[in-house]
């Protein structure tokens, strides 16, 4: 068993540009804090092994995803839960003038740097991304 406080600083930033804080993990999963700055885009990416589950804290955005035929884009805001399931294409971006923040659930636990790849996607990145090797995320 284990607890823990939300740390001050950000652990790493993720492929896709946002900071990440990494909380706690358990066999079948694990669980990051992302935080993309305002007025900031994401990177488009997606996973080569896990799926996960968004959870959104405050701020506000869009989210860009398409698995196969299906692509959409959704309003983000506290409160708003999404999925990610494996294969999935994804891009956000906070809108306004607070940071997007969210809570995200990764399953399995992020195996490591390589998971992530970066796709092409709707909108232009703006989020600075690591320069080297990152893992990123749980």
């Known amino acids: ?15 896709d540009g946002s900071d990440v804080r990494v909380l706690l993990t358990l066999r079948a999963g694990g669980m990051a804090h992302f935080e993309l700055a305002a007025g900031e885009t994401s990177a488009a990416v997606a ?3 896990v799926e996960e589950i968004w959870y959104v804290l405050s ?3 869009e989210m860009w995803r398409r698995l196969g035929d299906d692509e959409s884009v959704v309003e983000l805001g506290a409160g708003v839960c999404l999925t990610l ?5 994804f891009q956000f971006r906070a809108l306004g003038d607070e940071p997007l ?6 399953m399995p636990p992020w195996p490591g740097e390589d998971e992530a790849f970066v796709v092409d996607g709707p909108w232009a990145p703006t989020a600075r991304r690591p320069s080297g090797p990152t893992s990123g995320r749980p």
Do not use: I
């Open 101 to 106: 923040a969210a809570v995200g659930v990764t």
């Open 85 to 89: 399931p494996l294969g999935t294409r």
């Open 47 to 49: 996973h080569r092994t």
């Open 1 to 15: 068993m284990e607890t823990m406080q939300l740390p001050a600083e950000p652990d790493a930033v993720a492929p």
């Open 59 to 61: 701020g506000r955005g």
